[in-house]
Every structure is written in structure tokens, then in C-alpha cells.
């Protein structure tokens, strides 16, 4: 199954401005990040959402293959949703496939007040078992425990291909939006009971955001950003311009002084602080899947 049209924007890059410098700022050194994990994924593994919790870093996506360190478990059968578990460190804790017989894509994923996961995808259905699957037309949710078991799975057959963006909790409900097939309405919104029941999907003549490529994120003390670029930043000795070079800056939160300037391997796709964790970088190049941990107050 392609995939590449529904998720290859995600993986754009940009050539982002410098960032602003004070008046005299001082040298800094470009930094140098090893990647703390790899995925080691084949041709059409993807992870699509980094997600944390105080004490666990997770990855969902899709994956077709077993070759992998974080997706080891045997197929469920043609494409597969799966959610791996790290320790703050990057160490595999736990899996979990997620999925039917058919092609099935997790794309999206919160962590609720109790710990419980809820990850939101799709899945193909087919009108017969002699019919293959038409696309992926069967909006489908996981509730997953923080132990990494499956407790509920909750679906809801639509009339387009649609593929969810996001999940965020609104007051007692979640709300899952996402893009949509549907002619003239390339987006979708759902609601989602905490007890698993489905709302009406409402479509959109309104396109899903692209998200930003200059990522950001706050720790107690810092305030992080990371984007692409290959031009020359003020006070910045090393950085191989006009070379495209992923950056990870580390700013005071008051009056935004850059103190470090890190880079980092492949092209920026989320960026995360979390307590008792880190900073947590999740980049890709060629098909790798990269997490760069950086512990930070």
C-alpha cells in the first residue's frame, strides 16, 4: 500500500532563517549529537508520533517488516500500527503490534491523566473475504495500557479514506482530526467517549496544518528549538554552511541568550521536553528513524 502521498509532507525539509542573536553574542561551538537509538527500519517502515511520559519515551507508526529491534512481534498481516516503549535511556521496554488481517497505520497518540495510551489510526476493510480491501476506510482506536497491554480496540467504518493527524483531549471527550479523500473536504473531525464510542464524523472544506518545520519546546530552565539550515549563524563557529545541518539550540528562557548550539542527524520531525526524561529529538533521514535524548532541567 503507498503511503507516501498521505505522510511525505511530514518529512519535508526547509531552509529555516538564523535565528535572532543578541548584540554581542557569545562563540559558541557547534556540538555534535550521537543519535541515542536508531530504528533500524526497512523500505516502508515509518514512525509517525514520538509521544513521552515521565518515565517512558514511546514510538508508533506503521511497520511491514521484522527487522527491526522495536518491532519484533510476528505480523498481524499486511501492514501493521505499532507502539515500542523505551526507558528514559532509549531501551526497549515493550511492543505491541496493532492491527487485523489487513493493512492497518497508526498515525497519532496521547497519554491520558491515568497513564492509559490512546493511539489513532486506520484500517482497510474488505466487503468480503473474497474482496480485497477498497483503502483504509475504518477509522480505528487503541486503548493500550502503560504496561504495554491492548485493553480495548474501537472502530468506526466511514465512506472515505481517512487517515487521523492528531488526538487531544477536550474536556471529557477526545477529538481526533485528520485528512479525508472526501471531494472538496480534504479534512475530518471526530469526537471519541472515554468508553470508546464514535462520533459523527464531521468533514472540512478546510485542509489539515502542515506543521511547522522550526520545531520548539520549553524546559523548566531553557527554551529549545530545532530546524534545518544551511546558512551561517552569528556566533556559531562550525557549522558547516552551506551544508543543510539539522540544529538543536538551547536558549535561557530570560532574555533568550543562546547557550549551546547542538546538531543533530536527519531532518527534524518532533521535539519534546518531558521531566525525568529530557529533551527528546525525533529525526529521519533515508528511510532511519533517529531519537536524540539530551538531559535537561
Known amino acids: 500500500m503507498n503511503r507516501a502521498l498521505l505522510f511525505g509532507s511530514a518529512l519535508a525539509l526547509v531552509i529555516a532563517a538564523p535565528v535572532q542573536a543578541a548584540t554581542k553574542p557569545p562563540t559558541l561551538a557547534l556540538i555534535t549529537l550521537t543519535p541515542t ?3 533500524n527500519f526497512s523500505g516502508g517502515d515509518e514512525v509517525q508520533k514520538l509521544i513521552t511520559s515521565p518515565t517512558a519515551i514511546f514510538l508508533l507508526g506503521t511497520v511491514e517488516s521484522t ?8 505480523s498481524l498481516g499486511g501492514t501493521d500500527g505499532f507502539i515500542s516503549a523505551l526507558n528514559p535511556q532509549g531501551v526497549k521496554v515493550w511492543e505491541l503490534r496493532l492491527g487485523s488481517p489487513g493493512d492497518d497505520v497508526a498515525t497519532a497518540g496521547l497519554i491520558d491523566d491515568s497513564g492509559t495510551i490512546w493511539v489513532v489510526g486506520s484500517s482497510a476493510v474488505a466487503p468480503s473475504a473474497s474482496t480485497p480491501a477498497p483503502g483504509l476506510n475504518r477509522l480505528t482506536v487503541w486503548e493500550i495500557s502503560a504496561g504495554g497491554l491492548l485493553e480495548n480496540t474501537f472502530t468506526k467504518d466511514v465512506g472515505d479514506i481517512d487517515i487521523p493527524t492528531s488526538v487531544a483531549l477536550k474536556g ?3 477529538i481526533i482530526q ?7 473536504f480534504p479534512s475530518f473531525t471526530v469526537s471519541l467517549t472515554p468508553l470508546g464510542k464514535i462520533g459523527a464524523i464531521k468533514n472540512s ?5 502542515i506543521s511547522p518545520q522550526i520545531l ?8 529549545w528549538q530545532s530546524y534545518v539550515t544551511s546558512k551561517a549563524i552569528n556566533g556559531v563557529t562550525g557549522l558547516p554552511a552551506p551544508q543543510k545541518t539539522t540544529v538543536l539550540i538551547k536558549s535561557a528562557l530570560k532574555g533568550k541568550a543562546m547557550k549551546a548550539i547542538y546538531s543533530v542527524v536527519g531532518s527534524p520531525l518532533s521535539l519534546q521536553y518531558q521531566s525525568g526524561v529530557g529533551v527528546v529529538e525525533l529525526t529521519q533521514n533515508a528511510g532511519t528513524y533517529f531519537v536524540t535524548i539530551i538531559r535537561a532541567k
Do not use: C, D, M
Open 37 to 39: 537509538i536508531s530504528t
Open 67 to 74: 527487522t527491526s529491534p522495536f518491532v519484533t512481534s510476528p
Open 172 to 174: 471529557a471527550n477526545f
Open 178 to 184: 485528520g485528512i479525508s479523500n472526501k471531494a472538496g
Open 205 to 209: 472544506a478546510t485542509a489539515v496544518v
Open 216 to 223: 520548539t519546546t520549553s524546559s523548566a530552565s531553557y527554551g
